[in-house]
Each structure stands twice: as C-alpha cells, then as structure tokens.
C-alpha cells in the first residue's frame, strides 16, 4: 500500500534527524494514527487531492502553510491536526 509506505519513508527521514509532516486525506487518517507519524495534517478532501482540488493554488497554499506550522506548534510525536474546510470543486 502505498500511503503506508509513505508512513515509513517519513519515520526514516524522521530518524535521521530532519523533521516531516504528512498530509492525508481524512479516509486514511486511521493510517498515520496507526503508524504514530510525528506530524501528520488530515484535510478533508478527495483520495488523491490531499492539497486540495486542482487548480486552487490558494488552498493549495494553505494546506502547505497548515502543515509546516506543524513544525512549530505540535509538542508530542504522534501529533494529528485536521485542516478546516471541505473540499469545493473548482
């Protein structure tokens, strides 16, 4: 499985000293509890569109800067933040 896979390539970055956050989609936020990921960020938006919906760079934009403020406000491993707002079509 892919997503999984994800999961450990961050958990390998992670040991080596440089710091990851994951973006996933709220159908597999069960994963990166699971995995116990260090910073994972859930939106709320289709498989296959965890930034957003194509041709939205504003929420594109957002989604990111959610995620790297991760780097600063979650305390503890295993932090799960959900991003606000739904998914839109463009």
């Known amino acids: ?18 710091p990851t956050a994951g973006v996933y989609v709220s159908a597999f936020r069960f994963v ?10 859930i939106t709320h938006h289709p498989f296959g569109r965890p930034m957003g919906p194509v041709g939205q760079p ?5 989604v990111v800067m ?5 780097f600063e406000s979650a305390d503890r491993g295993g932090t799960v933040v959900e991003m606000p707002g739904r998914f ?3």
């Open 1 to 18: 499985m892919c997503h999984v896979s994800v999961g450990h390539v961050a958990r390998a970055v992670e040991e080596s000293g440089i």
């Open 88 to 90: 839109a079509p463009g």
């Open 66 to 70: 959610a995620a790297l403020s991760l």
């Open 58 to 62: 504003d929420r594109h934009l957002e």
């Open 32 to 41: 990166a509890e699971e995995m116990n990921l260090p910073r994972t960020l």
